[in-house]
């Protein structure tokens, strides 16, 4: 009910020292974007003789429209101040100051701010939008009532008085029945290039469809290319597509006809010139020099040979046999040839890739940042600019995998090389290594090869396999991908499906709360990075359904996927393209609408393009984020917990 003055009386708490002032919107002031990053990076010459001095805690109260959306809002974490650096509500003018940040004892502290009416105050001399409403109030006792509904607990950590640290509500299982949050990524070949697979692929589960040009002429791979598009369109669904580049490695380039088995102790000879039975590698640059007694061993060390002795071809005995077809690979451990990564068919394929325009690129064999550098300079040339996907799959690539990592928008876990480069039973340990690492940095990271390999030519997975998908999920893979089983699989779609029911039930089971916490740590330091992990915690605590991230750039849903919260993150973003290229992220739901200049609009379109989509219903929560109205990305200021009429 409003005054005749057109305030809003804020409410009074029932319970405990918490109170909301009565101010009118045009004279609350804000905390700025400068203020937050103040408020993270605080002097540490300053905080060091102040971390055993504990002090009353201080709790960040937001203005609220009325009792039931005030939500509790704390500064988290090792909290200790040696005065206090706001004025509060008990000031003289009742106004919020800017006062002195930098007696807070940490950098990492989390400000949880939430529960307002409307957050987008606009100080229209100041160049920067504000963030927040703020006002503080000191809390004298501790014990006294609680805020809201939550059961707090203090506690003493460091020699500094914590808030609310021991806090754990709500459920940890996704919101949204039948969401699923990890990303599939699908090879489509010989057995999935048609209309009516790809089509059932999609409603599978399918997000991002890979095409790998180590297979397949590039005429093949554009028709399937468009195909994708048109299916993905008649079916009203964004697909991304992923280009897989292949990159200086051996392989088989011709056999007597497409499948060859080689049994036990079979006398073979691979040449670069084949004639008759011989098997044909290639390229003849990639050819190391090897000696007798070398491995070499085939189809992603399946088939495994002996060199008996080497002229012009090179002579092997089987020693564990198999089956090979063309294209597969060919590693001899140990033997590697002086080659640069930039060649003549790397060149021929970008410029494939660049006519297409994909949503990534993923590049073979990279084994130093270099290489990356290289790729997109070659692109840039042409003028256009691709996300870069590095694939792990040799020991070089594991030494420099940092600097890799810094050079590429993504990593793919390339386990096929990758454990015939390395012994075999370091693989799982250097898989989860590069996925946290990936996690840590807030780039995406893919799991591949052999993850349901056993559908390649039967309805169901081995227990094993299931296991393997669980696992690299719970690792914190941000998508799974399947090779064999759906490019000359019998029944892609039906692998695609199992992969999504893995993916949902190990959804059900991870511990976000302990991730979020985890992840406290690895946020962006920025206003923008604070946002979207003060979204992902209050998702987390009120038992949202569902996050709804309006972005431009896509920028804001990567940094709210980033977090891993256990909720489906609805960005929404007037580019088709970023739309496709979120696919690759945890739990983003992409959707395209125009640009919203009202908040207003935005708040009405949010909770209109989640309902469309099944993620709320009456009576559940909605986290929305968002940024100025300006057009200027990177400023995401805004956020608001919004309940569902």
Not at 89 to 116: K, Y
Not at 480 to 489: K, N
Not at 561 to 570: M, Y
Not at 624 to 638: K, L
Request: aromatic share 4%; hydrophobic share 40%; net charge negative.
């Amino acid at each position: 009910m409003h005054d005749a003055q057109g305030y809003r009386p804020a409410c009074e708490h029932r319970s405990g020292p918490f109170r909301a002032s009565l101010q009118k919107t045009s004279q609350v002031p804000y905390a700025s974007s400068s203020l937050l990053q103040q408020l993270f990076h605080p002097r540490q010459s300053e905080t060091q003789n102040r971390q055993h001095q504990p002090q009353p805690p201080l709790m960040l109260q937001s203005c609220a429209r009325d009792p039931e959306r005030q939500i509790y809002s704390a500064v988290k974490n090792r909290l200790s101040l040696q005065r206090q650096v706001f004025s509060h509500s008990s000031t003289p003018d009742g106004r919020l100051q800017e006062g002195d940040l930098h007696a807070l004892p940490d950098p990492w502290i989390m400000v949880i701010i939430a529960g307002f009416y409307s957050a987008l105050h606009v100080d229209k001399k100041s160049k920067e939008r504000n963030v927040f409403f703020v006002d503080l109030t000191r809390v004298t006792d501790p014990q006294a009532g609680s805020h809201g509904s939550t059961d707090s607990n203090y506690i003493e950590r460091r020699g500094c008085t914590g808030m609310m640290s021991g806090i754990h509500t709500g459920t940890d299982t996704p919101s949204g029945p039948g969401v699923r949050l990890t990303r599939i990524i699908a090879t489509i070949g010989p057995a999935s290039a048609d209309i009516e697979t790809i089509s059932n692929m999609i409603r599978a589960g399918m997000d991002i469809a890979r095409l790998n040009l180590s297979h397949g002429s590039l005429e093949q791979h554009q028709a399937t290319m468009t195909m994708i598009r048109h299916v993905a369109r008649d079916l009203g669904r964004q697909v991304a597509v992923m280009i897989d580049i292949p990159g200086p490695k051996l392989r088989v380039r011709s056999l007597p006809e497409s499948d060859r088995d080689l049994s036990l102790h079979e006398k073979v000879i691979l040449s670069a010139d084949p004639h008759n039975d011989e098997i044909g590698i290639g390229p003849a640059d990639y050819i190391p020099v090897v000696c007798e007694g070398d491995a070499i061993l085939l189809a992603d060390g399946a088939v495994l040979l002996r060199v008996t002795c080497v002229g012009e071809n090179i002579c092997a005995e089987v020693v564990s046999g198999g089956s090979i077809r063309m294209g597969a690979g060919v590693v001899i451990p140990g033997r590697r040839p002086d080659i640069p990564y930039a060649n003549d068919e790397l060149v021929k394929n970008l410029s494939f890739a660049a006519e297409l325009n994909p949503d990534f690129v993923a590049l073979s064999f990279v084994g130093s940042a270099g290489d990356i550098i290289v790729v997109r300079s070659i692109l840039s040339e042409k003028q256009v600019q691709i996300p870069l996907i590095a694939k792990i799959e040799t020991k070089n690539a594991v030494d420099l995998f940092d600097e890799i990592l810094a050079a590429a928008d993504g990593i793919m876990v390339a386990r096929g090389d990758l454990g015939v480069e390395l012994p075999i039973a370091c693989v799982p340990y250097v898989q989860k290594e590069i996925i946290r690492s990936c996690n840590k940095a807030g780039k995406p990271v893919i799991t591949a090869t052999e993850m349901l390999e056993s559908m390649v030519e039967h309805g169901r997975p081995t227990r094993a396999e299931v296991a393997d998908v669980a696992n690299a999920i719970a690792d914190g893979t941000d998508a799974t991908m399947l090779s064999a089983e759906t490019s000359i699989g019998k029944d892609p779609a039906r692998a695609v499906r199992m992969m999504a029911e893995i993916a949902c039930e190990t959804e059900r089971h991870l511990p976000y709360h302990k991730i979020l916490d985890e992840r406290r740590l690895w946020h962006e330091t920025g206003p923008s990075g604070i946002i979207s992990y003060s979204a992902c915690y209050l998702a987390n605590e009120l038992e949202s359904r569902a996050i709804v991230a309006f972005t431009r750039s896509g920028i804001t849903a990567e940094r709210v996927s980033r977090c891993r919260p256990g909720n489906p993150i609805l960005a929404i973003t007037p580019d088709e393209q970023i739309a496709r290229r979120l696919l690759i992220r945890w739990g983003v739901i992409p959707c395209i609408h125009t640009p919203i200049h009202t908040a207003d609009e935005l708040f009405f379109i949010a909770l209109e393009l989640a309902k469309e989509r099944d993620l709320i219903t009456s009576g559940d929560r909605l986290i929305i984020i968002a940024g100025n109205f300006a057009g200027v990305q990177g400023r995401t200021n805004m956020i608001k917990v919004q309940n569902v009429p």
